[in-house]
């Protein structure tokens, strides 16, 4: 099958992840993957914000900024309506952003098949953290593309609501979540091997990955090990950075036990492996309801026992006292009593990370087995064609 693969993403962070994870299973699977993505989206660097779109998002006004943002819509149907004449896709699959009807034009245009894949309502998620002008256009967007998109793919099924909350039938939308590519993962060190390699044996390691914010509740860990008495063993160890790692350090500075808290900055994705192989204990310490994090499938990837929050998304994969151990992320003392039961229980700490190895196969959360789904799902609608 040839398909035509189209994104606006543009920074090397996690949702680039997604997307090169996906090209990769499907070419893996033997498809032949035509991409059409803004030029920069290539050659900018892992961890990167976008670079000079990062800026005028920054500086311009935001009803300007949004209009050049559909603007855009124009550019990019041109590159597909190109990609169509040279290539003839057999379908279009794209990864879905505010202010771009560029795919549903074109899926109508040349009666493609198209599968929309969700990984957020944008509209929502910027009114509330970036502030949206273009309100009414922005929600006529998310609509229009998701009401016209063939089949809708949300990460999870909390996401699946929204959607359907818009309009689309429940027909038309099938969950698929974030993977994991078990290659990237198979050569990693144990966990001894690992805490060596890193300075750090003979502690006990809660460890989290991504790109840190102050809603995550990492000053809660802080706070539980700054309880402990000065002979005590466990260590917060940071794979990332972000806007409040100085704030953390400065809380572990002024607490006495900056030499328990580590961050290690941005580290390149082939890297993460041999860190997160160090945990003794895996934080997912909060994520917004709808979200379907990837470091959570890192971790289950590397056997590693999870503490989470219990709320839907989260409960989709992973089962209390089986592949991790849940926390009422509204109690106060949610997320340090969790970490405290399975710091104390060491059976504990070892079933869940079984469980959490387990994971993978029993529920198929590999990027192989979610292009095998998305191709089934494009054979379905052909032959309905």
């Not at 949702?15 to 989206?41: C, D, F, N, T």
């Not at 402990?228 to 950075?241: K, S």
């Not at 926390?327 to 106060?332: C, R």
Request: hydrophobic share 45%; glycine share 6%.
């Amino acid at each position: 099958m040839k398909i035509l693969y189209h994104h606006r993403t543009r920074s090397k962070d996690g949702q680039y992840v997604h997307i090169e994870e996906m090209i990769r299973a499907l070419r893996a699977e033997g498809h032949e993957v035509v991409i059409v993505a803004p030029p920069s989206a290539e050659t900018e660097s892992f961890g990167s914000d976008a670079g000079p779109v990062a800026w005028l998002k920054r500086h311009l006004p935001k009803t300007f900024y949004e209009l050049m943002e559909l603007s855009y819509s124009l550019v990019a149907y041109r590159r597909l309506a190109k990609a169509v004449k040279e290539h003839r896709p057999d379908v279009l699959y794209e990864r879905y952003n505010l202010f771009l009807p560029a795919g549903i034009w074109l899926a109508r245009k040349y009666k493609l098949p198209m599968l929309l894949e969700v990984n957020a309502p944008i509209l929502e998620e910027r009114t509330r953290y970036d502030g949206l002008a273009l309100t009414k256009l922005g929600r006529w967007s998310q609509a229009y593309a998701w009401r016209n998109a063939d089949m809708v793919l949300p990460v999870t099924h909390v996401l699946g609501d929204i959607v359907q909350a818009y309009g689309v039938p429940p027909e038309r939308i099938d969950v698929i979540p974030n993977g994991i590519d078990p290659e990237r993962f198979a050569g990693a060190p144990d966990v001894e091997q690992a805490k060596r390699a890193l300075g750090l044996q003979d502690v006990l390691v809660l460890g989290f990955t991504g790109f840190v914010r102050d809603w995550h509740g990492l000053d809660k860990v802080i706070e539980l090990i700054a309880q402990d008495p000065p002979d005590a063993r466990r260590h917060l160890l940071v794979v990332g950075d972000g806007p409040v790692r100085t704030t953390l350090e400065q809380q572990a500075r002024d607490l006495g036990i900056e030499h328990r808290v580590q961050f290690t900055g941005i580290i390149g994705r082939d890297d993460v492996a041999r860190y997160v192989a160090a945990f003794d204990i895996a934080l997912q310490p909060a994520v917004v309801k709808y979200a379907s994090p990837l470091k959570l499938f890192e971790y289950l990837a590397l056997g590693k026992a999870i503490v989470g929050p219990d709320q839907p998304n989260i409960r989709e994969i992973l089962r209390a006292d089986h592949n991790a151990v849940l926390f009422d992320p509204d109690a106060p003392g949610g997320l340090a009593g969790a970490v405290k039961r399975l710091c104390d229980d060491p059976l504990l700490r070892a079933r869940v990370a079984q469980g959490a190895r387990d994971a993978i196969d029993e529920q198929q959360l590999t990027w192989r087995a979610n292009a095998r789904r998305v191709v089934a799902l494009f054979e379905r609608m052909q032959k309905r064609a």
